[in-house]
């Protein structure tokens, strides 16, 4: 395929017909752990699958194409492809992180400063002035979520880049909110690109993955070298799940962002809401970043409910097409309580800095009937008001 084709063909397109055996047009599973030799010191291009996959390799293949990198390495889980970029960095270099980000992210880099693997700087993105601060320390690696999880915050990836790189920093985005479809970090300034693959690249909820995607050859074997040497790479199989996962990402998040929309503008006008987190919308502080580094504002949306956690329980309990489930980017709808959830691992202290409250409630708004899910989200916010 050609760079001039469109991402949402090569989404469609990718690996097929790449079978030079049989001519299959998917291309096969390879579930082999071992590869023979063809005689002695005569090694094939794979021997081992933690090494090398051609299934999985398909999978890396096709990530690097659409993010515009040179390669890209499938990890086991999106925790593994966050793990794997650590392991660049030495205990007297200094990253620079979001104080926001993932719990999952947020709470490796915390126990890495706290073991002295590495110095870690919890830095609040929007405070221009304290990232400035942190930047003059000179970091060897700066982080970058946007959209932040799970407050959709938005950082300018260019400017912060450019900043980042000035000082000597590796610049990482992690981009599992968006896809390659609505984002390219590599082409924004960001030398390694990060995904949970868990989420929107497979689509599924049925398969947990990662990757990592460097924007340059030299990175890109460095990053391998580092995934075989620890074991984080992922299964053969886990990749021809998502790697058919990846050939319906377009007309997913096509249907995800339009509910999306829709989700956001009724949760702005409902009086049980005190406040809507949600890029789509004007008011929203990040909306003309988002509007001109994203091709679409994703479909995650995040609210604070009106009152206490007793009604966060009232809303989630009469709520029939979200699911009370962690994760994101599947083609059902899930309903997430963050500080209870997927940033229980952060402290209280913590999640108060990164404005994670008690009555923050993330969705993951899913595929199905856009008018279900506004006449489901708009009962349980009713019955969340009458508490």
């Known amino acids: 395929m050609s760079k001039q084709d469109s991402l949402r063909t090569r989404t469609v397109r990718a690996a097929l017909e790449t079978d030079t055996q049989h001519g299959a047009v998917v291309p096969p599973l390879h579930l082999t752990s071992t590869f023979a030799f063809g005689?002695?010191?005569?090694?094939?291009?794979?021997?081992?699958?933690?090494?090398?996959?051609?299934?999985?390799?398909?999978?890396?293949?096709?990530?690097?194409?659409?993010?515009?990198?040179?390669?890209?390495?499938?990890?086991?889980?999106?925790?593994?492809?966050?793990?794997?970029?650590?392991?660049?960095?030495?205990?007297?270099?200094?990253?620079?992180?979001?104080?926001?980000?993932?719990?999952?992210?947020?709470?490796?880099?915390?126990?890495?400063?706290?073991?002295?693997?590495?110095?870690?700087?919890?830095?609040?993105?929007?405070?221009?002035?304290?990232?400035?601060?942190?930047?003059?320390?000179?970091?060897?690696?700066?982080?970058?979520?946007?959209?932040s999880n799970p407050l959709l915050r938005i950082v300018d990836i260019g400017a912060v880049a450019s900043k980042a790189k000035a000082v000597g920093a590796l610049v990482v985005a992690d981009n599992t909110f968006l896809s390659p479809l609505w984002q390219q970090p590599l082409a924004l300034g960001a030398d390694l690109v990060v995904h949970s693959t868990t989420k929107y690249l497979n689509g599924h909820s049925d398969v947990v993955g990662g990757a990592v995607i460097a924007a340059t050859p030299e990175l890109h074997e460095q990053v391998r070298w580092w995934g075989n040497c620890i074991g984080v790479t992922g299964a053969p199989f886990d990749s021809f799940l998502t790697l058919r996962g990846l050939r319906t990402l377009h007309a997913r998040m096509r249907a995800h962002g339009e509910n999306a929309q829709r989700i956001a503008e009724l949760l702005a006008g409902h009086p049980a809401v005190a406040k809507v987190y949600f890029p789509g919308l004007p008011s929203h502080p990040g909306h003309e970043i988002a509007r001109r580094q994203q091709q679409g504002f994703g479909a995650m949306v995040s609210f604070e409910l009106r009152g206490t956690v007793e009604n966060v329980k009232a809303l989630l309990a009469n709520l029939e097409y979200f699911s009370l489930a962690e994760s994101l980017g599947g083609v059902e709808s899930l309903v997430a309580h963050p500080a209870s959830m997927t940033h229980a691992a952060m402290d209280e202290a913590a999640r108060a800095r990164a404005g994670i409250s008690a009555t923050l409630v993330r969705l993951s708004v899913g595929i199905e009937d856009g008018d279900d899910l506004v006449r489901d989200l708009t009962a349980g916010l009713d019955a969340a008001a009458r508490v």
């Open 39 to 147: 005689g002695y010191g005569e090694k094939r291009e794979y021997d081992y699958s933690r090494s090398g996959n051609p299934t999985r390799d398909a999978l890396g293949r096709a990530l690097a194409d659409l993010e515009g990198g040179a390669g890209a390495v499938v990890t086991a889980s999106g925790m593994g492809a966050v793990s794997l970029v650590t392991q660049f960095f030495r205990p007297d270099q200094v990253a620079v992180v979001p104080h926001d980000c993932y719990g999952g992210t947020y709470r490796l880099f915390n126990a890495l400063n706290l073991r002295g693997a590495l110095q870690v700087k919890f830095v609040d993105y929007q405070d221009a002035a304290a990232l400035d601060a942190a930047l003059a320390t000179k970091p060897a690696l700066v982080w970058i979520e946007t959209p």
